[in-house]
């Protein structure tokens, strides 16, 4: 085991440093607009591109993990599920580094399948290269946390475990951040008619 994760620290060494320190991840910034696709990765569920841009709108519970630490956050998790907060204002992306474990992408990949399959309300995107890790600035092994408002930018972000304490506070921001949804006024588009109908009126 030590020397898998020695070579895989070795591969991340030998990534561009402009691409690792292009972006500081921290609340308050707006993620950089990503696309994850081709040799990067892409949507577990079609194998077609992703784009970060997609999550714009709504608030989005964002984890990029290392398929060795899946079940790390589970209590957060679990939390979050149990709280029912409304599709339409709240969603999950889960990012899966493959890069970061020694288990063949295959078997990754059928495992995702099925959990796509099963909890079609998060979007599984997965991660062949670090692509995310490398353009977001997130940890290259483990379990990271984000939580993305609804304009793209960074509400929460922490690497590893969240502790009980830590839950409740994001479990907190959450739900204040789904109110304050709930309560914005909506944009009403204006209606333009066609122009060959604007044409016609000021024949009449």
């Known amino acids: 085991m030590q020397f898998v994760r020695f070579g895989l620290l070795s591969l991340l060494a030998l990534a561009p440093l402009s ?9 308050g910034k707006s993620l950089p607009p990503l696309t994850i696709s081709g040799e990067h990765g892409g949507n577990v569920k079609d194998g077609g591109a992703w784009h970060s841009q997609s999550m714009n709108g709504t608030l989005n519970f964002v984890v990029y993990v290392d398929p060795d630490d899946s079940d ?9 599920q149990a709280a029912k907060f409304p599709d339409a204002l709240f969603n999950s992306v889960a990012i899966i580094n493959m890069a970061a474990t020694w288990k063949p992408n295959a078997i990754i990949m059928s ?24 353009n977001w600035n997130l940890t290259p092994e483990g379990y990271h946390v984000l939580l993305v408002d609804r304009d793209g930018s960074v509400l929460y972000e922490k690497a590893g475990k969240l502790e009980k304490n830590e839950i409740g506070k994001f479990i907190d921001l959450v739900s204040a951040k789904v109110k304050e949804a709930e309560q914005a006024p909506i944009a009403k588009a204006e209606t333009v008619a066609p122009a060959d109908v604007q044409k016609d009126k000021k024949t009449l």
């Open 19 to 27: 691409a690792l320190a292009a972006y500081k991840l921290e609340p």
């Open 72 to 80: 790390l956050n589970d209590e957060l998790v679990n939390r979050l």
């Open 111 to 134: 495992v995702l399948r099925s959990k796509q399959e099963k909890f079609p309300r998060t979007t599984y995107v997965f991660d062949k290269d670090r692509y995310a890790a490398q």
